[in-house]
């Protein structure tokens, strides 16, 4: 079992900026893919970014060019930057890795992010 941790979360203006990161505990060996998604009241759980071990990345088209997701394997370490957040990014930001052979899922505890307009 891989334990996530996110951190970073908060409250920002619209148009504003904030860099979500998620610490892993175990070895990035183990890790195929790391992820964010995120869950606004009353819906369902929405990927938002994804990495692989070998860095390639995939988008949920509401955030593509508005958010990065990056990843530090050394440090078992994966960020998301959002600039330019809007409302309707207000949601709790789940951390998600992928893990052995299975890609078993392990979820972090969420951090919340809220933007006012």
């Known amino acids: 079992q891989v334990q996530l941790v996110e951190s970073g979360g908060g409250l920002v203006q619209a148009g504003g900026s904030l860099r979500l990161s998620c610490a892993a505990s175990a070895s990035s060996a183990s890790i195929r893919a790391m992820g964010w998604y995120r869950q606004a009241p009353g819906n369902q759980r929405e990927l938002v970014a994804t990495?692989?071990?070998?860095?390639?990345?995939n988008y949920a088209a509401s955030v593509k060019g508005r958010f990065t997701i990056s990843r530090d394997n050394a440090k078992n370490m994966v960020y998301l930057q959002m600039n330019s957040l809007k409302p309707e990014d207000t949601a709790v930001y789940y951390c998600?890795?992928?893990?052995?052979?299975?890609?078993?899922?392990?979820w972090g505890q969420g951090t919340q992010v809220t933007v006012s307009s």
């Open positions: 998600n890795a992928k893990v052995g052979l299975a890609f078993k899922d392990s």
């Open positions: 990495i692989t071990s070998g860095g390639s990345t």
